[in-house]
């Protein structure tokens, strides 16, 4: 059970979530028959090392909801109780995730990270309020509400994909909620902005993108960065959030601007997604992220591919940002740091 009741998730989320999340995306045995657990909890350590407050356990490959909830287990286990740990609220229908939000909450999840499935495709608002409320009822986990173009709710239900109405009923009637990842209207800054001066006061409004989070920051208090692939940068994002809650301001510009080829090449690979899929690349998140010391490996059918020239891209990258990536051979991500 949470350490909070559903109406004290905001009370606790104020309080306890000041800082980086990361994602944890789950590894795999080298036959793909089973997880990973020394690689799980190989990267439940470093992203303590790396100063992140929690993290994400990535639902969004090939994995069955028994394995899903026993890698759960591990990074709490790993993690120990003040580690914030963060269920991926992605699975097929409204089904499968009420019964996945259940079992996250028995693993000893903290929050649930609310996404909408590929094949939900809502013609009102009321359709998206509904389904938020099923989950939000379901569980005393903490909520994290997600406004994000993948959903493709935008332009058919509001350009900033979940508008400041919907979020404005959705917190009125949804006491756990806590936070919203306010990445609405993206590329545009709007949807923060309006996030900001409408709800702040209420729930703890986050920004998971380091190019937004670091100027925003100087305007006013971002407290949470959540959730995001931050571990692709080591322990960066951590250390600039210091800086920022300390109004170091002109150190944080500086690792903006120092880590500006690391962004641009991140930015040219999501450039490069096949059809408009809409869909984010995990082999290439674990990619970046094995460049700064996590485990990598192998992922299961189906799963987007990374070829050489990206990976060269991405790791000259971190390079010219000063990051200093692995420079093992490309082969030995697909082995993974602790192969079993």
Request: with cysteine; net charge negative.
């Amino acid at each position: 059970m949470p350490a909070f009741t559903r109406d004290e998730a905001r009370d606790w989320a104020r309080e306890k979530l000041v800082g980086a999340v990361n994602c944890t995306i789950p590894s795999f045995t080298g036959d793909l028959r089973g997880i990973n657990e020394k690689a799980i909890r190989h990267d439940v350590r470093l992203a303590l090392t790396h100063g992140f407050i929690g993290t994400l356990g990535v639902s969004e490959v090939s994995i069955t909801l028994p394995e899903y909830l026993d890698f759960l287990r591990i990074v709490r286990d790993e993690a120990g109780k003040d580690f914030v740990v963060v269920h991926h609220g992605s699975w097929s229908n409204l089904e499968q995730n009420l019964e996945a939000v259940r079992g996250a909450e028995e693993a000893g999840a903290d929050m649930v990270l609310l996404s909408y499935p590929p094949n939900f495709y809502p013609e009102s608002e009321q359709e998206i309020y509904d389904y938020t409320k099923a989950v939000c009822d379901a569980t005393n986990l903490a909520v994290i509400l997600f406004p994000m173009y993948l959903w493709g709710f935008s332009p058919r239900i509001h350009p900033s994909d979940i508008p400041a109405r919907l979020l404005r009923r959705l917190i009125d009637d949804c006491p756990n909620i806590a936070v919203i990842k306010a990445e609405g209207g993206f590329p545009s800054i709007q949807g923060i902005i309006e996030c900001q001066r409408l709800f702040a006061d209420e729930v703890v409004i986050s920004m998971p993108l380091e190019a937004e989070l670091i100027p925003l920051s100087q305007l006013f208090p971002i407290q949470l960065s959540a959730t995001a692939d931050h571990e692709s940068l080591g322990p960066t994002i951590p250390k600039v959030m210091q800086l920022l809650r300390d109004e170091k301001f002109d150190e944080a510009t500086e690792i903006f601007w120092q880590i500006s080829p690391a962004r641009k090449a991140k930015a040219a690979l999501n450039a490069q997604g096949i059809n408009g899929g809409s869909f984010i690349n995990r082999q290439a998140w674990k990619f970046q992220g094995w460049l700064q010391g996590y485990n990598g490996g192998p992922l299961r059918q189906p799963t987007l591919r990374i070829h050489d020239g990206q990976m060269s891209i991405l790791r000259k990258g971190l390079a010219d940002s000063g990051l200093e990536p692995s420079m093992d051979p490309f082969r030995e991500f697909f082995l993974g740091r602790n192969p079993v």
